[in-house]
Every structure is written in C-alpha cells, then in structure tokens.
C-alpha cells in the first residue's frame, strides 16, 4: 500500500534548500509543567518525554511552549529560553533527537494574559497563581481578565510590546544557539499573540488594535524580528488558533489571509492549524479531526495566492489518533503533514506502530535500531 504519512516532507527555507524532515507524524508540543526549580532550564524529564518521542519515530519532534520570558510562562513550571543559561540543556534535547536522526523544533512562547497559572497537573485548579506564591502580574492586550477566572491583566504599553517582540527575537538566538532546526511562534490557544489577534480580547483603539490588520501587527512584528536572527536555513513556523468557534470571534479566513501574507512575504514556511483558547469551549465540536476543515481553509487560501507545498507546508492536528486516519487526510490533500499530541503520550512509538499498520517494510519502520525486534 502506497502511502504519505511516511513519505519526508521539505519544510521551505529562505535560503532555498529546505528542511526535509523524514516522515509526516509531527509531534504537537505539550506542556511538561516538570520544571520543579522554576528557572525555565529543562530537565531529565524533558530528555527523556522528547526523546521517547524522537526513538519512537516521529519526523519532527517538537518541544512545548518554551517562553520568551519569564513573566510569559503559562506556568511557573515551564520550560523557558529568556536567558542564556538556559541554552545548553536545550541543547542537550536537540542532541539527543538528532542523535535519533529526527528534526528538532521548539515552541516559543508568551501566555499574556493566561500566564502564570497552576500547572495542568492532578490537585491544581485552573486559575491565577498569587503573587505570594510564585505567580507574577501578566500582561495582554487591555488591562482585564482573559478569561473569566483569571486575575486582570495590564494592557501593554507600545513600548511594553516592543520589548515582547524583542524577546520573541533573542528567544529564537537562544534557539539558534542550542541547536534547533525549527522554531513554531505560538499565536494559538488564547495566549499573547492570539489575545491580540481576537476581537473578543484586543478592543484596543491604537495601532495594535481594531481592524485586522491592527490585530495582526504584533504577530507580524514579531515574524519579522525573530526571521531577522533567525537563519535562512532554518524554517519558520506559526501555530494558529484558526477560529474561537464564536460570531463575534476571530474568523479563519481572517486567520488564513494573515498567514498567506506572511507565506507570501517568504518569512513563515510551516503552519500549524488548532483552534480555541478564548472561550469556555462549550461550543467547540471536539471529534475525531474536528480542526482538519481549519487546515483545509488555510490551504486553500494559500493555494489560491498560487502557495503550495513548495511555499508552507500546512500542518493538521487535534484527535487525529490512528495510522489510516492520519493517512485520509494526508492523502485527500487536507493537509501536508499532521502533528499528534495525547496519542503520542499515550504511546510514543506511535509513529513506529502508525508505519507498520500502513505496511512499512520492517527494515524501514522510523523507530531507533534499538528497537529493532520489537513486535508492532
Ligand atoms: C499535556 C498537554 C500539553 C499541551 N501543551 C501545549 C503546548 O505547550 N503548546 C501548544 O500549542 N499546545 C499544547 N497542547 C495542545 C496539543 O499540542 C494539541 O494541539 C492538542 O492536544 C490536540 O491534539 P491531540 O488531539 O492530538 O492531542 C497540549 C496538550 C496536552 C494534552
């Protein structure tokens, strides 16, 4: 049986070479909160849920929001790249992963407003940490609560969003330094970027605010000064919340022409369609694939800018959980590479078992020789 999943995908570079990564199982970044010292600097847990990862044979295996800042963590837990010292044991990930001949990526991030939280671990609720226990004062598009729970953000100031913007930057020299092939701007899930993007949470009156194109300039600036470190070797990602699933919410074909603008523009080659992170979620349709269509949107878009594959490589996620699941939608042209999370913790051989399911020849299975004998 002929098939995608397992076929390399490039990932476009500036520079014109592109990134093959060898199949199309991505893995989703998840959140760890396994940072115990709180200073950012990953751990043996890190080593070993990423490399599990990476030996279990997914193509590009992707580290969790990392923030850019200390005060951008969704958690005092997180893992982070704000400052130089936390560069080499990043580094240490990267080895490992491409010791396994895997691509490496990290998810740089800045929760905003939805910042420094409780870890989403057992016994820990889901609202704001106190100052006197570690939390700090977060920050968003207006001064407010993001959502409902949550204690009230300040508005950044202009020169408040420049230095976010800087920071995105020096977090992807840190990145560059430590190693990683690819680095995934979080602009999804109701956090900093995202916050700016939708109406529900950016009723600004100034340049950041109002139309798209005021909503979008954080997300762009921030494009633009993390390519401008970033090397032309190396592709650029963005996660997307494609819709908040609400009327009066971000729309995808919003979505979807901010990112034809920036595919266009040559500074972003790989986009990563969710959706959600700015409302309760009741009215979210969870089910098997249920943000495909979000993907399918986006490529369209592209695709009628005349940008295929050869520009962005669109990536689909969220309860995509089997092999022939996976493969429908690489092979019905809804996306070019799909990105796997609770099915890659419940088993991090997913992309090994996923191949031998599609009939991968044995010798060929994507796990570590290690693993050679066994039985999938
Ligand atoms: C434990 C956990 C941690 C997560 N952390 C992140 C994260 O750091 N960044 C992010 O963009 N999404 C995060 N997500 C969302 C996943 O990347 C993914 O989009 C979501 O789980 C839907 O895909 P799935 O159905 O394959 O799990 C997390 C999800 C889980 C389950």
Redesign the pocket.
Known sequence: MSHLLFTPVTLPTPDGHGLEVGNRAFV????QYAVDATDGVPTDWHLSHLGALAAGGFGLVVA??TGVEARGRISPQDLGLWEDGQVSAHARLVDFIHGQDRVAGV?L?HAGGKASTWP?LPGFSDVTVPAAEGGWQTVSAVDGPVLPDLDAAAGLTEDGIAQVVASFAEAARRADAAGYDVVQI?A??GYLVHQFLSPLTNTRTDGYGGDLDGRSRLLREIVAAVREVWPDSKPLGV?VSGTDWVDDGLQVGEVASVLRDLVDAGQISWIDV?SGGLTDGSTIPVGPGYQVPLAVSVTDTLAEAGLGQDAAVVSA?????DALQAETVLATGQAHAV?????A?VNPHWAAQAAAELRVPRSELPHAPQFFRARF
């Open positions: 989703a970044p998840m959140c969790e929001a998810q991030a989403m979080h999804a899930h996660r969710s996620v969220g309860l995509i959980e990105s796997i999370g609770r099915a913790l």
